[in-house]
Nanobody, 125 residues
């Protein structure tokens, strides 16, 4: 069982920055960020391997490459998503997710079965 608690959402103007945090409890190797905008399907944003025996293997959706950075602090069991150069199309509910398994490589978006409650990000033009 994995529990996830997100924080850090909010409202910002286009071009601004926000940092999301996710505290994970329980056994997991992959933690990721997903988002869902009103009327749209949920999409993967970024993933990272948090297994202490593995490299981080950060992985990004094309839409956020170069703007978002995912990182881990294993001592704090916390995963961060630094979001820079935000655009109105980044507006969505952002969810932290985990796999609950053992994995040592890149974490693809299909691996995740545990979800947090979400945190809202709103970017105004």
């Amino acid at each position: 069982q994995v529990q996830l608690v997100e924080s850090g959402g909010g409202s910002v103007q286009a071009g601004g920055s926000l940092r999301l945090s996710c505290v994970a409890s329980g056994a997991a190797s992959c933690v990721g960020w997903f988002r869902q905008a009103p009327g749209k399907e949920r999409e993967g944003v970024a993933t990272i391997n948090v297994n202490t025996r593995a490299a981080a293997w950060p992985y990004y959706a094309d839409s956020v490459k170069g703007r978002f950075t995912i990182s881990r602090d294993n001592a704090k069991r916390t995963i961060y998503l630094q979001m820079n150069s935000l655009k109105p199309e980044d507006t969505a509910m952002y969810y932290c997710a985990a796999d609950g398994g053992t994995w040592y490589r890149v974490c693809d978006f299909a691996r995740f079965g545990y979800w947090g409650q979400g945190t809202q990000v709103t970017v105004s033009a």
